[in-house]
């Protein structure tokens, strides 16, 4: 079955993912230049920076397998650093042991691991999708139109 989802973030791309292992043909439709959605980043000369997500934890055992294949791919690492909290005015050393995890090199490595072998139109900002006869199709905003399914 055809597949087309609107969205390169980490659901989107999440989706997709597990869409095409099922062996869906899943085509993925993304407004911007990359992936992440709020798992973004910035590149400025001076270098690169997260702006969405700070960091991420894994309560929930199916989300924890997936974190352990990140970790074992580089995607993410624990992220090392000392919580604080304000108590009474003042600050201190906080007693929440959570562990938390960051993308690494950024945030959106995350979806760029799940990301192989699906295919993207970046820039595509859909507008409109619409049921017909023959199948959906979705338009962009700028008019081009793509067949999304048959069915």
């Known amino acids: 079955m ?12 999440k989706a997709a993912s ?17 992936l992440g ?5 910035r590149r400025e000369a001076w270098g690169k920076l997260d702006i969405g997500a700070q960091y991420f934890t894994a309560r929930d055992p199916g989300f924890q397998k997936q974190v352990e294949l990140w970790l074992q791919a580089s995607a993410v690492k624990v992220w ?16 929440d042991e959570t562990v938390r995890y960051i993308g690494s090199p950024l945030m959106n490595q995350l979806v760029y ?3 192989s ?3 993207i ?4 900002h859909i507008s409109k999708v619409e049921k017909r006869r023959e199948g959906w199709r979705l338009l962009s905003a700028d ?5 999304a399914s048959t069915g």
């Open 143 to 147: 008019g081009a139109l793509f067949p």
């Open 121 to 124: 139109n970046f820039q595509c």
């Open 2 to 13: 055809k597949v087309a989802l609107i969205g390169a973030g980490l659901s989107g791309i």
């Open 37 to 41: 959605g709020r798992l973004a980043n």
């Open 80 to 95: 090392d650093f000392s919580p604080y909290c304000v108590a009474r005015g003042t600050l201190t050393p906080s007693p």
């Open 117 to 119: 072998n699906i295919a």
């Open 18 to 34: 597990l869409l095409a292992e099922l062996g869906h043909e899943v085509t993925v439709f993304e407004k911007s230049r990359g």
């Open 113 to 115: 691991c799940l990301s």
